[in-house]
């Protein structure tokens, strides 16, 4: 199994880390995966994912829950754009599940929640110390929503990843799912896209919806195409992406998803994505790291 000689290409992002807990597994599972859902950064929104499920001695109100990182990219008016897309996942993904609260994990920067969150109580809504945190209390009809009152962001590093070469689909699934649970294990790593199927690049015949797919690594392709960068016998490439707290981190995350896949039968190549400058101001080099 090869590791080629490459680099992954990433850039800044801006993210907040929160906690979501909720009565039982069912409840948070639907919450988490309802906010962290449709990663969107193609249309200029936001992307998600779960870095932790937690015990309930690990969260503010002794639930069970989940650390969860909710992220746009870093540009101008990026805190702005953050604390509105925040609050769409919050309101459609958490708040309408029972039992739910949302409580801050990260100590960094300062999003105020009542404008965009806490007026959902229409007015009836309080400011209350619960749990030793400062929470708005929304009244629902299913009792209440808390949520706490301000919320930490911070600068990290967003596309980090890897890609697979693979013969089957089974060794493609194998690979991208031994990847995912390494990286699980990382702290402040998340894979917003989960095991990928379709990577992107920057360049576009439809500019009016964004990146499109990466031709010259499909497949099915590979006969249709001069420019066709897949080689004989593969047939399957899966993308990880990852986003970190630091570039420490998601490049810990990378090097965990390459050691975790070297027995998998049927994986001939490990790669990674870049776009010789366009995309990120971050080199991550594959061979420099597992070496």
């Known amino acids: 199994m090869e ?37 969107s950064t193609v249309f200029g929104e936001s992307e998600g994912g779960v870095e932790k499920w937690l015990k309930e001695h690990e969260t503010p109100d002794g639930r069970k829950g989940a650390l969860v990182q909710l992220w746009v990219n870093y540009d101008k008016g990026a805190a702005k754009k953050l604390e509105y ?7 459609q993904g958490i708040l309408v599940v029972p039992t739910t609260s949302v409580f801050n994990a990260l100590p960094d ?13 229409d007015g009836y809504e309080t ?6 945190r400062e929470v708005i209390v929304v009244p629902i009809m299913m009792g209440e929503f808390l949520v706490e009152h301000y919320l930490g962001y911070n ?16 060794a493609a699934l194998e690979a991208g799912e031994k990847a995912i649970a ?7 790593a998340i894979t917003p896209f989960d095991i990928c199927s379709a990577g992107s690049k920057p360049e576009t ?4 919806i964004g990146p499109t797919t990466n031709h010259p690594y499909c497949p099915s392709l590979k006969q249709k195409i001069s420019a066709s960068k897949v ?38 190549k490990i790669s990674a994505g870049n776009y010789g400058g366009k995309l990120g101001r971050y080199k991550v080099f594959l061979k420099a790291m597992v070496e």
């Open 85 to 91: 897309e925040i609050s769409k996942r919050i309101r």
């Open 231 to 268: 080689p004989e016998g593969v047939n399957f490439i899966p993308e990880v992406v990852i986003n970190g707290v630091s570039l420490d981190s998601v490049r810990e995350a990378m090097k965990a998803a390459i050691d975790s896949v070297r027995d998998v039968e049927g994986l001939v």
């Open 127 to 132: 400011i209350e110390q619960r749990f030793g």
């Open 155 to 170: 600068k990290g590093v967003m596309g980090g990843n890897v890609w697979f070469f693979c013969e089957s689909l089974e």
């Open 3 to 39: 590791i080629e000689d490459t680099y992954c290409e990433a850039f800044d992002g801006l993210f907040v880390r929160i906690c979501i807990t909720a009565r039982d597994e069912k409840r948070l599972k639907r919450a988490v995966y309802g906010a962290t859902a449709l990663p």
């Open 109 to 121: 920067g300062k999003i105020d929640t009542m404008n965009r969150i806490g007026h959902c109580g």
């Open 205 to 208: 015949k439809y500019p009016e």
């Open 182 to 188: 390494s990286i699980e294990k990382i702290e402040g």
